[in-house]
């Protein structure tokens, strides 16, 4: 009997399209607007991880629709005009509550694991090697997030039945994720409300750091959280007297309690490293992380044959190793720079385009003129050490011309005057005798070490700032 009411519960209510919603409504979003979660190395395809943050994310707007959805179909019996009929059957109200609310559930939970079944595709079918385990509580609490939602609109239509309550609960909820959306600007995303109050969105926020994962403590707290709301929900929806009514709060705000409790109350115990993915996996001096470990055959070769090269230019100061950069930084931040070792950053542009060749030529420029804003755009600073980088390299390999390292747009001025400039310095400097010309690389180098940005001066014969 059950069954067969909730069949017809997910075949003629407004369940599915709540489904439909979360499902069409992620996918939109994350395939027709060309966002950052389509580049670098956390894009939503590329690690398992990602995915399930960039899923999380879409919870923004998501939730609340899930919300508004829910409401619509606790005004069902009001609209009828069935609550006085239903309250004098002999069916307990919790049994009568629970179909309509199954069948959402069912509907959102199938709609939100179609969209990480999707992802998880995505991500299987891409040259990742690394399975962690650690996504599947970011995608469960995010079902039990729209679970939760949707029941709990259920049950405030029920005691509020008005046409404004599911577009007024929606709203609500909406600019309640915007207010607590969290930002990733720095190393650790951070918001505008205080970090435990932020933790009580559903939502996420974009992944910047390919390492960068939730803690257990922001699981347990979240799932502590929507459990006391769906647990109000559900009490709103059966209450059938005022006192019932009144009482039906308590989960909720028992559960926000012992959540805040629990959550961290610092964004650097929030998005944690994942020490398993950030592991270093080695093949003679040159290594990667494990969340990257299916680059490492193509980089070994072309990394032992820089470093080669490093040591014929720079003899016994020549760094030994290439190591994959695991360092948290903000995304304009200077990294750390050392003398001994060539920092490989999957997120610079030059390298992550890098193929064959061209990948010993990005090596080799990053350990004679290493650069400070790997991630920063190709302008102003970072053009110039990408300038001073494709001169260095040129060099290095002994070449007769000047090969930039990245293909630039011809009819850009400021990038056509820039390379114009950069060929003045590279004629400049290989008139010079061989070794002026290898003082100027040294000071070019320890410019670039001490990130004074004077590499491209030094090379033209000047003093670095």
């Given at each position: 009997m059950?069954?067969?009411?909730?069949?017809t519960?997910?075949?003629?209510?407004?369940?599915?399209?709540?489904?439909?919603?979360?499902?069409?409504?992620?996918?939109?979003?994350?395939?027709?607007?060309?966002g950052?979660?389509?580049?670098?190395?956390?894009?939503?395809?590329?690690?398992?991880?990602?995915?399930?943050?960039?899923?999380?994310?879409?919870?923004?707007?998501?939730?609340?629709?899930?919300?508004?959805?829910?409401?619509?179909?606790?005004?069902?019996?009001s609209?009828?005009?069935?609550?006085?009929?239903?309250?004098?059957?002999?069916?307990?109200?919790?049994?009568?509550?629970?179909?309509?609310?199954?069948?959402?559930?069912?509907?959102?939970?199938?709609?939100?694991?179609?969209?990480?079944?999707?992802?998880?595709?995505?991500?299987?079918?891409?040259?990742?090697?690394?399975?962690?385990v650690t996504?599947?509580?970011?995608?469960?609490?995010?079902?039990?997030?729209?679970?939760?939602?949707?029941?709990?609109?259920?049950?405030?239509?029920?005691?509020?039945?008005?046409?404004?309550?599911p577009?007024?609960?929606?709203?609500?909820?909406?600019?309640?994720?915007?207010?607590?959306?969290?930002h990733?600007?720095?190393?650790?995303?951070?918001?505008?409300?205080?970090?435990?109050?932020?933790?009580?969105?559903?939502?996420?926020a974009?992944?910047?750091?390919?390492?960068?994962?939730?803690?257990?403590?922001?699981?347990?707290?979240?799932?502590?959280?929507?459990?006391?709301?769906?647990?109000?929900?559900?009490?709103?929806?059966?209450?059938?007297?005022?006192r019932?009514?009144?009482?039906?709060?308590?989960?909720?705000?028992?559960?926000?309690?012992?959540?805040?409790?629990?959550?961290?109350?610092?964004?650097?115990?929030?998005?944690?490293?994942?020490r398993?993915?950030?592991?270093?996996?080695?093949d003679?001096?040159?290594?990667?992380?494990?969340?990257?470990?299916?680059r490492?055959?193509?980089?070994?070769?072309h990394?032992?044959?820089?470093?080669?090269l490093?040591?014929g230019?720079?003899g016994?100061?020549?760094?030994?190793?290439?190591?994959?950069?695991?360092a948290?930084?903000?995304?304009?931040?200077?990294?750390?720079?050392?003398?001994?070792?060539?920092?490989?950053d999957?997120?610079?542009?030059?390298?992550?385009?890098?193929?064959?060749?061209?990948?010993?030529?990005?090596?080799l420029?990053?350990?004679?003129?290493?650069?400070?804003?790997?991630?920063?755009?190709?302008?102003?600073?970072?053009?110039?050490?990408?300038?001073?980088?494709?001169?260095?390299?040129?060099?290095?390999?002994?070449?007769?011309?000047?090969?930039?390292?990245?293909?630039?747009?011809?009819?850009?001025?400021?990038a056509g005057?820039?390379?114009?400039?950069?060929?003045?310095?590279?004629?400049?400097?290989?008139?010079?005798?061989?070794?002026?010309?290898?003082?100027?690389?040294?000071?070019a180098?320890?410019?670039?070490?001490?990130?004074?940005?004077?590499?491209?001066?030094?090379?033209?014969?000047?003093?670095?700032?």
């Amino acid at each position: 009997m059950n069954g067969r009411v909730l069949r017809t519960e997910l075949k003629r209510s407004a369940a599915p399209w709540a489904g439909v919603t979360v499902l069409g409504g992620a996918l939109a979003f994350l395939c027709l607007i060309d966002g950052s979660w389509w580049r670098g190395t956390t894009r939503w395809t590329a690690q398992w991880t990602s995915m399930a943050l960039l899923t999380r994310t879409t919870l923004a707007y998501l939730w609340p629709l899930a919300v508004g959805i829910g409401a619509l179909q606790g005004l069902r019996d009001s609209r009828s005009r069935m609550t006085e009929l239903l309250a004098t059957a002999p069916r307990p109200a919790w049994r009568r509550a629970a179909l309509p609310a199954g069948a959402t559930a069912i509907a959102l939970v199938s709609g939100f694991g179609l969209l990480v079944l999707w992802g998880g595709g995505q991500v299987a079918l891409g040259d990742t090697t690394y399975t962690p385990v650690t996504w599947l509580p970011i995608a469960l609490v995010g079902a039990l997030a729209l679970v939760a939602g949707a029941v709990f609109g259920m049950g405030v239509a029920r005691a509020l039945p008005s046409a404004l309550t599911p577009p007024a609960l929606a709203v609500i909820c909406l600019l309640a994720t915007v207010l607590l959306q969290q930002h990733s600007d720095e190393e650790r995303p951070s918001g505008l409300a205080p970090n435990r109050l932020s933790q009580l969105s559903p939502a996420t926020a974009e992944a910047r750091e390919m390492l960068l994962t939730l803690s257990g403590a922001v699981h347990l707290g979240q799932t502590l959280w929507f459990l006391g709301l769906l647990a109000t929900g559900f009490a709103l929806l059966v209450a059938a007297t005022r006192r019932a009514r009144l009482l039906a709060p308590v989960p909720a705000l028992a559960g926000a309690a012992l959540a805040l409790l629990v959550l961290p109350a610092a964004p650097r115990d929030t998005y944690v490293v994942d020490r398993a993915a950030a592991a270093p996996v080695c093949d003679g001096p040159v290594c990667v992380t494990e969340a990257h470990r299916s680059r490492l055959p193509e980089l070994a070769p072309h990394g032992r044959e820089a470093l080669r090269l490093l040591h014929g230019v720079l003899g016994d100061e020549a760094p030994d190793t290439v190591r994959e950069e695991t360092a948290l930084r903000a995304i304009t931040a200077e990294r750390e720079l050392s003398a001994d070792v060539v920092l490989a950053d999957f997120d610079d542009p030059v390298l992550a385009g890098a193929r064959g060749e061209g990948l010993t030529r990005a090596l080799l420029a990053q350990g004679l003129v290493p650069n400070c804003s790997a991630r920063s755009p190709r302008e102003s600073g970072g053009r110039t050490e990408l300038v001073a980088q494709s001169i260095a390299a040129s060099w290095a390999l002994g070449e007769r011309d000047l090969t930039p390292l990245e293909r630039y747009d011809a009819d850009d001025p400021y990038a056509g005057q820039a390379w114009k400039e950069a060929e003045a310095v590279w004629d400049r400097l290989t008139a010079l005798p061989p070794a002026e010309q290898r003082s100027r690389i040294t000071e070019a180098r320890a410019a670039a070490l001490s990130c004074d940005y004077g590499q491209l001066e030094a090379l033209n014969g000047g003093t670095s700032r």
